[in-house]
């Protein structure tokens, strides 16, 4: 053990002594996770436990709900943390009996548990008592068993009779004179790179009273194709495709900073220096799609914006191609490191790099000028959109979406990881609470990347040949020991994004769980929604910068 980790123990100890006197007697055992204490409670008492842990202990951000089933149980998992300290976690598990797999609902406690705990119902089995809406998110209704069950039978036929596809509102409402109200559905369609979508909207006159997102039809069960695949080479090329737009190789830090910890696994610094440039040039590419598409959903600008956001992108797109061999699915970390050095010319590699950080600040006054100072945008986003600050963490919102709402909430400075800790740069934060706020961040956002990935360019330059170590010494076969537990997040571009894994002792995860960013976000629409008109709702929507890829998973 090192001089740190000697003196950090007597307070996480101390901190876990605590916890333990606040929960009393509603612990009833405790279990080992490598990255929080963990705490054994009963069914029926999940909203007082994780009521005290949130109002007295301050765990405000419930990030994530994991379920799975065992031979002898049911389990659910919830993951919390501090939103002015990510580091300090603690994991509350919930244990369920095999035949009656029915716990508390956290819905009243934590709002963002209401998707999370359906999710779960959905995959796995476990029901939630005191639910406000128990029924499954991402497969449709009559769908028969639960996919990620232990007797879940994949070659059960599975038939929607012609009822399920009737219109929900059989009765003509046009009956009632003095009624404005009218159902519309808005999709299922593909509006601008969102995602195939749909959103069940009830209006009165012109006016949202009420919108429910439609999710899963992009839903490939990404965690089941991990739980079947080899920790060590097989499982890597997979998160690319969550958020398949942009973000390839902040999605691939989320599941190599997991294994890695779970692992025991340092990765040479000249390799963390080449991740933290690769995933903020990854980062630059998302938010100017996120730009872009969001302009073109506010007023349908196609031939300025849009093009001088994909313009931008595609230079970011070269420089990736360039480093990792693709433009999209990049497969370019390993656990230990990266799959190859820096291409070579060296020179020229960097060069082109300067060349479109140092064109950055001319470029983002274009953007000012054609979006956040043209008029029609600002009466589209400005007090529209609002999500308050206590909503936004109440619904587990992160990335652009919280910051916008006043959260200073970024992981890559509050739980660091790669190079960000070494590197001088801000995490841009605005209180408008509004669409407006949101595009704000991400502008700002985008100066800051560049900022990062110029310092990392003048490291990489004067770094010793002779030191250029890519790549920790990783066993050819991985296998954690049996039932060890971790929970490890990064901050992808559209918010906090988290592997869960468990370990079974053999080379594949016996769970693996993902914590989608947009999954929560897109939570908050109606929020947002509700009292505005469809074209502010359309806004909103576009200013959670979501991709359905990630959401469904």
Known sequence: ????????????????????????????????????????IRPDTVQETLDRLKNEAGYDHLSLVTAEEYPDRYESIYHLKKFDD???????VVPTDSENPVSESAEPVFRTADWHEREAYDLVGVEYDDHPDL??????????GHPMGLDYDQDRPQMVPLRENANPLQEDQRADSDSDTMFVNIGPHHPATHGVLHLETTLDGEQVIDVEPDIGYL???????????????????????????????????????AAEDLADIEVPEYAQIIRTMGAE????????????????????????IFMYAIRDREEVQNILEDLTGQRLMFNYFRLGGVVWDLPEPREEFFESIREFVNGLPERLEEYHDLITGNEI????????????????????????????????????????YGYYDELDWEVPVEDGCDNFSRLLVRLREVEESAKIIDQCVDLLEDWPEEERNIQANVPRTLR??????IYRTVEGAKGELGVYIRADGTEKPARFKIRSPCFSNLQTLPEMSNGEYIPDMIAALGSLDIVLGEVDR
């Open 480 to 485: 954690p020991d049996d039932d060890t537990e």
């Open 1 to 40: 053990m090192s001089l740190q980790e000697e003196s950090e123990t007597p307070e996480i100890e101390s901190g876990e002594t605590e916890l333990e006197a606040l929960l009393g007697d509603l612990v009833v055992d405790r279990d080992d996770h490598e990255n929080a204490p963990a705490f054994v």
């Open 135 to 144: 029924r499954r998110i991402l497969l449709p209704e009559t769908w028969q």
């Open 281 to 304: 040039l990854c980062r630059i590419a998302a938010h100017m799609l996120a730009v872009g598409t969001f302009a073109l959903d506010i007023y349908g600008d196609f031939t300025a």
């Open 377 to 416: 945008l600002q009466m589209r986003t400005v007090d529209t959109g609002i999500l308050p600050k206590e909503v936004a963490k109440n619904y587990g919102a992160t990335g652009p979406v919280a910051r916008g709402s006043g959260i200073d909430y970024d992981i890559r400075r509050d739980d660091p």
């Open 219 to 257: 839903h490939r069960n990404e965690e089941q194709m991990a739980q079947k695949s080899t920790y060590r080479h097989q499982i890597m090329p997979y998160p690319d495709r969550w958020d398949y737009i942009s973000a390839g190789l902040l999605n691939e830090w989320a599941y190599a900073r």
């Open 86 to 92: 990510p580091t300090d976690e603690v994991s509350v």
